[in-house]
């Protein structure tokens, strides 16, 4: 049986001689492992398939619950990011292999992964990979409220708020329940999720993304290695 689906190559192993192992998530059918033969010979027709951050309509064959990469049509190919953002644009990568499981369909959350690479191509990096934390927190249940005060219900304001890890929710100065935590990372977040305009320092942005981090380890076994190394490169 053949199927046809958008996906995005998430990961990418050597396999026998000529042959890789790709780690596919679709559009249509969730996270697949897909067979691609012959692609490491010179000059082989899929070779663009093969390879992490490939964007494309991907045909595949099924038998016995194995997939094996029939043709493949490039939608965007998300290359340029290996070398503008590399650390950043494989956490998504990374953190979308750990998050999505083995054949559950996931079609938002398939769209919100590809958006992610074209908002880092196109846009603000750190905002873009932020912006995916939440999202993929969101799809592991273990949302980021960025709500009123979770503890009183009053509005946060400036200049502190607290971010109390067991329930995700942030707190203001009066509750003080939880880590310390700047009212500009709470409204970054805030503006990520609801939309709006506004401008955030880099700074700030680094601060959102490092709590985001902390949040996912504190609840999740989710880690992801580009992420903690693109963090250190920012903290230098
Ligand atoms: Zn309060």
Known sequence: MEKKTDGLV???????ENDKLLTVLTAKYGKLTVAAR??????????????????AEFVLAERGGRHTLVSASCHESFFALWTEAIYPASAVLEIA??????????????LHTVEALRNMTAGDVKEALAAYLLCALDECGIPVDTGRCFLCGREL????????????????????????????????????RFGGAGESEEETKRRALSLLKE??????????????????????
């Open 97 to 110: 292999d750990a998050v999505a499981s083995e054949g559950a369909v996931c079609t938002d959350f398939f």
């Open 157 to 192: 304001t400036a200049p502190k708020t607290y971010f109390y890890f067991p329930t995700g929710s942030f707190s203001c100065a009066a509750c003080a329940k939880g880590v310390g935590t700047a009212y500009e990372t709470y409204l970054l977040l805030r503006r990520l």
């Open 215 to 236: 949040y996912l380890s504190y609840k999740t076994e989710i880690g992801s290695r580009c992420l903690k190394e693109y963090l250190r490169q920012l903290s230098r």
């Open 10 to 16: 998430l990961r990418s192993r050597d396999y026998r």
């Open 38 to 55: 012959g692609v490491k010979k010179a000059g082989a027709k899929l070779r663009f398939a093969a390879q992490p951050f490939c964007f």
